[in-house]
Nanobody, 114 residues
Framework: QVQFVESGGGLVQPGGSLRLSCTNS????????AGWYRQTPGKQRALVAR???????SYADSVKGRFTISRDNAKNTVYLQMNSLNAEDTAVYYC????????WGQGTQVTVSS
């Protein structure tokens, strides 16, 4: 069974940075790519960034130029570097595959507040 474990969230001031990490026990990211998603109360979970291979990444308009997705296939890990954070980035962040969603993990809370 695929299990995702997200980490790296926390409380950060506006303009700050965080780096999220997500691991899984197998090589599913190599097969279906990887994505980061986020959800706020009362809203649907939305795709933030995805990476299909090292040369194919895409981002939601709201995070372009601020967030960077990357992955380490050898470690079955995907990262999300988040810079210039603002209050609208406050959410629970989840990882999953990019092309074939699997059961969700617990997510990691990111709170941007002064």
């Amino acid at each position: 069974q695929v299990q995702f474990v997200e980490s790296g969230g926390g409380l950060v001031q506006p303009g700050g940075s965080l780096r999220l990490s997500c691991t899984n026990s197998g090589n599913i990211f190599s097969i279906y790519g990887a994505g980061w998603y986020r959800q706020t109360p009362g809203k649907q979970r939305a795709l933030v960034a995805r990476i299909i291979n090292s040369a194919s990444t895409s981002y939601a308009d709201s995070v372009k130029g601020r967030f960077t997705i990357s992955r380490d296939n050898a470690k079955n890990t995907v990262y999300l570097q988040m810079n210039s954070l603002n209050a609208e980035d406050t959410a629970v962040y989840y990882c999953n595959t990019a092309l074939r969603l699997q059961p969700w993990g617990q997510g990691t809370q990111v709170t941007v507040s002064s």
